[in-house]
């Protein structure tokens, strides 16, 4: 079946540090993948997409390429600050679908 | 700018009353689903739909019922609810487009508490 598996955390990080989350999935066909990001106390909203192999999304300085060899999605950015704190959510749609697998997310923390 | 509305945004509800989660959208877009948010989980869908008249169980659907009866409302009835059903609810809606990749826009939640 589809999955999608990340990192889970909760991880804090000092303002500027560098954030890697991983983020690997499981799908038939070739699916579109997400990053979705939920700030305290809201709603998700979308944060970047890739909808083909080696296409890179990238959105307020975070950065993802879908890796079709690796099956990797991993979010990128390389000097955070303490209002990306929030659940960041991985997540994929199996071409011919418009269902969201979602991984389990990850909570982030960001100290000044 | 309304996108997908949520009502109520809290709740509260006693074991075994039953009640219903209200989304609307004005995007005119075909679909339509609920999620459900726990910790340690990620989201998980409960129903979805593809058009008025047209519905169908996710993963989660025990103990919830949907409707669709117009294209802009799509309705998550509690019949009997439990402190299982403790969780935010996210509305989530989209085009359906072939080749995949569409933006799903979410909903703001609602936080729902059975006790």
């Known amino acids: 079946g589809n999955s999608v598996t990340q990192m889970e955390g909760p991880v804090t990080l000092s303002e500027e540090a560098f954030l890697t989350i991983n983020c690997t999935y499981t799908a038939t066909g070739y699916p579109s993948l997400f990053w979705y990001v939920q700030y305290p106390g809201e709603g998700l909203q979308l944060l970047l997409k890739?909808?083909?192999?080696?296409d890179k999304g990238s959105n307020k300085g975070f950065e993802a390429t879908y890796r079709k060899e690796t099956t990797s999605f991993h979010l990128e950015k390389g000097s955070v600050q303490v209002s990306d704190s929030a659940v960041y959510f991985c997540a994929l749609i199996r071409g011919g679908s418009e269902k969201l697998v979602f991984g389990k997310g990850m909570k982030l923390t960001v100290n000044p | 700018n309304a996108g997908v509305t949520q009502t109520p945004k809290f709740q509260v509800l006693k074991t075994g009353q039953s009640m219903t989660l209200q989304c609307a959208q004005d995007?005119?877009?075909?679909?339509m689903s609920w999620y459900r948010q726990d910790p340690g989980m990620g989201l998980r869908l409960i129903h979805y739909?593809?058009?008025?008249?047209?519905?169908d169980q996710g993963e989660v659907p025990n103990g919830y019922n949907v409707s669709r009866s117009t294209t802009e409302d799509f309705p998550l009835r509690l019949l009997s609810a439990a402190p299982s059903q403790t969780s935010v609810y996210f509305c989530?809606?989209?085009?359906?487009?072939?080749?995949?990749?569409?933006?799903?826009?979410f909903g703001e939640g609602s936080w729902l508490t059975v006790v």
């Open positions: 739909s593809v058009g008025a008249g047209i519905t």
């Open positions: 989530a809606s989209s085009y359906i487009r072939t080749g995949g990749g569409n933006t799903i826009y």
């Open positions: 995007m005119n877009h075909e679909y």
């Open positions: 890739a909808t083909k192999a080696d």
